[in-house]
C-alpha cells in the first residue's frame, strides 16, 4: 500500500504476508513509522484519499476483501472485522453518551435488531469488558482513560466479529490500567473464540497477549514467529537490537542498546535488505539484493542474508 505525496509514493507495507488463525492472537510489532497502523488500514480498506494498495490480496476466509464493492465492504466492517483505535477520546463524540454510540453502531450494522435489544446488549457488552452498564448513560468525558478505551473495545465486540484489530490499545494508560485492560482482552478473546491482531511498539505488551510476533521495519515484516521463540531466540538482527532496546526487571542491570543512524525514507527506500544501512551483522549481499524469507523451523521465519546464531 502506497501514499501518494507531492514527492513522490510512500511505500508504506511492501510485500506484508501471514495467516491468522481462527482464534489464535498476532502481535505486530515495530518503530514508529514502520507500516503497522497503515497495514491495519489496508485490512479494513480504511484508507484516506491519497492511499492507493498497488497489490495483492486481504482474505477473509475465501473472500477476498481487496475485491468487494464498498457496499458489501461495509457488511464486512464490524460484522466480521472490527477496529480498536488508539485514541479513545478522539473515536467518541463528545456531545452523544457513550452508550447511544454503541447502540448506533449495532443499529447501522445488524438493522434487524430493536432498541431494547439493542440497549441490553450494550449492557452485556460493558459487563464483558469490565464497565458497569449503568456507566453508558454517561458523556465521554466522564470517563477515565482505561474506562474509555474499554468502551472503544466495547464498540468493537458490537456485532461479534471474527477478527479485531486493536491499534495501540494501551496508549497513555499507566501501567495498572494497561495490565486490567490486556488481560480483559486476552479474556474475552479466550471466551468468544475470536482472533486478534495486536499491534505495539511495546514489546512487554506483545509478548504478555500474543500467540505469535510478527517484527516490521521500513514497512515490511523481518521476523515472524511463534512468541517464545521470537523473544528467546530471535535470528533478526532488528528484532534483537529491538529486545535490547527495552530495561528489563528482572535480572542484573544493563545499558540499553541503540541503533545508529535512522530509519529509512520510504520515498526512497534502500535497496536489498532495508535495514542494512543500520544494521551490525550485514554483508555485502544485503545492500543489492532484498533476503527472501527462510524457514527456521517450528513456523519461524525472517527474512535475512546473516542471520544471527540460535
Not at 476483501?65 to 463528545?94: G, K, T
Not at 544501512?277 to 519461524?300: I, K, L, M, S, T
Request: glycine fraction near 10%.
Amino acid at each position: 500500500m502506497h501514499y501518494h505525496t507531492r514527492a513522490g509514493d510512500v511505500s508504506a507495507v511492501d510485500g506484508v504476508s501471514f495467516t491468522l488463525n481462527e482464534g489464535e492472537a498476532l502481535g505486530l510489532v515495530g518503530e514508529s513509522g514502520c507500516g503497522k497502523s497503515s497495514m491495519a488500514a489496508t485490512l479494513l480498506r480504511l484508507l484516506p484519499d491519497n492511499a492507493r494498495v498497488a497489490g495483492g490480496r486481504v482474505c477473509l476466509g475465501d473472500v477476498d476483501l481487496l475485491r468487494l464493492p464498498e457496499p458489501e465492504m461495509r457488511q464486512v466492517r464490524w460484522r466480521r472485522i472490527s477496529i480498536v483505535f488508539q485514541a479513545a477520546m478522539n473515536s467518541l463524540n463528545p456531545v452523544h453518551r457513550v452508550g447511544d454510540q454503541v447502540v448506533e453502531a449495532i443499529h447501522a450494522h445488524l438493522p434487524d435488531g430493536g432498541d431494547e435489544a439493542a440497549r441490553a446488549r450494550v449492557g452485556e457488552l460493558f459487563q464483558l469488558v469490565g464497565l458497569d452498564p449503568a456507566l453508558a448513560d454517561r458523556y465521554p468525558h466522564e470517563f477515565s482513560g482505561g474506562m474509555r478505551q474499554r468502551a472503544i473495545i466495547a464498540m468493537a465486540l458490537a456485532c461479534n466479529p471474527d477478527v479485531i484489530i486493536a491499534d495501540e490499545p494501551t496508549t497513555a494508560l499507566d501501567v495498572i490500567v494497561q495490565d486490567s485492560l490486556l488481560k480483559s482482552m486476552r479474556r474475552f478473546q479466550h471466551r468468544l473464540g475470536m482472533a486478534m491482531i495486536y499491534i505495539s511498539h511495546d514489546m512487554a505488551v506483545i509478548a504478555e497477549v500474543s500467540d505469535r510476533v510478527g517484527v516490521m521495519y521500513a514497512g515490511r515484516l523481518a521476523e515472524l514467529g511463534p512468541t517464545e521463540a521470537v523473544f528467546l531466540e530471535p535470528v533478526h538482527p532488528y528484532t534483537r537490537a529491538l529486545m535490547s532496546a527495552f530495561p528489563s526487571v528482572t535480572g542484573e542491570k544493563r545499558e540499553l542498546a541503540t541503533l545508529p543512524g535512522e530509519p529509512p525514507d520510504l520515498l526512497h527506500p534502500p535497496g536489498g535488505c532495508r535495514f542494512h544501512p543500520r544494521c551490525p551483522a550485514r554483508v555485502e549481499r544485503c545492500g543489492r539484493q532484498a533476503p527472501p524469507w527462510q524457514d527456521f523451523g517450528g513456523g519461524h521465519f525472517a527474512a535475512c542474508w546473516n542471520p544471527l546464531d540460535r
